[in-house]
C-alpha cells in the first residue's frame, strides 16, 4: 500500500523560502506521477485543493500552476524515492496544507484533485506579510 510522508512546512515571513520534501514508498516511484496540492484555510474538501506542481518520478515533464511559475521548483530523486517543492519568495497567499500525491499519469488534469491520487496526511505552510 502506498505511503507518502511529507516534511519541511513551517512558518516563514513573506519573501522567504521553505523546502517540502515527501518520501514515497509501497508504490513503484519511477514513471508514476508525483504532485504537490495547497489547500486554503477553511477549504476542508477533497476538490478543493489546487495543483501546485507535478512531475513523473524519474524525471521527465513538469509542471507548475500559472501562480508559482518562476518561484516554486519541483523535483525529485528516484533513489529516495522522494519529491521535494522548493518554494522560494513565499507570498501570504502560498499559506495553506500542503499535500504529496501519486499517481500514474500527470496528464492535462494533473492539477484536479480526486480520488486518482493517492495522498499524505500534509504538511502546513503560513506564510506572514
Known amino acids: 500500500q502506498v505511503q507518502l510522508v511529507e516534511s519541511g512546512g513551517g512558518s516563514v515571513q513573506a519573501g522567504g523560502s521553505l523546502r517540502l520534501s515527501c518520501v514515497v514508498s509501497?508504490?513503484?516511484?519511477?514513471?508514476?506521477?508525483m504532485g504537490w496540492f495547497r489547500q486554503a484555510p477553511g477549504n476542508e474538501r477533497l476538490h478543493e485543493r489546487v495543483?501546485?506542481?507535478?512531475?513523473?518520478?524519474?524525471?521527465?515533464?513538469?509542471y507548475h500552476a500559472d501562480s508559482v511559475k518562476g518561484r516554486f521548483t519541483i523535483s525529485t530523486d528516484a533513489d529516495a524515492s522522494t519529491v521535494y517543492l522548493q518554494m522560494d519568495s513565499l507570498k501570504p497567499e502560498d499559506t495553506g496544507m500542503y499535500y504529496c500525491?501519486?499517481?500514474?499519469?500527470?496528464?492535462?488534469?494533473?492539477?484536479?484533485?480526486?480520488?486518482?491520487?493517492?495522498w499524505g496526511q500534509g504538511t502546513q505552510v503560513t506564510v506572514s506579510s
Open positions: 509501497g508504490y513503484t516511484f519511477r514513471g508514476n506521477c
Open positions: 495543483g501546485v506542481a507535478a512531475t513523473y518520478g524519474g524525471g521527465g515533464s513538469t
Open positions: 500525491a501519486a499517481r500514474s499519469i500527470c496528464g492535462h488534469t494533473w492539477n484536479q484533485a480526486d480520488s486518482s491520487w493517492s
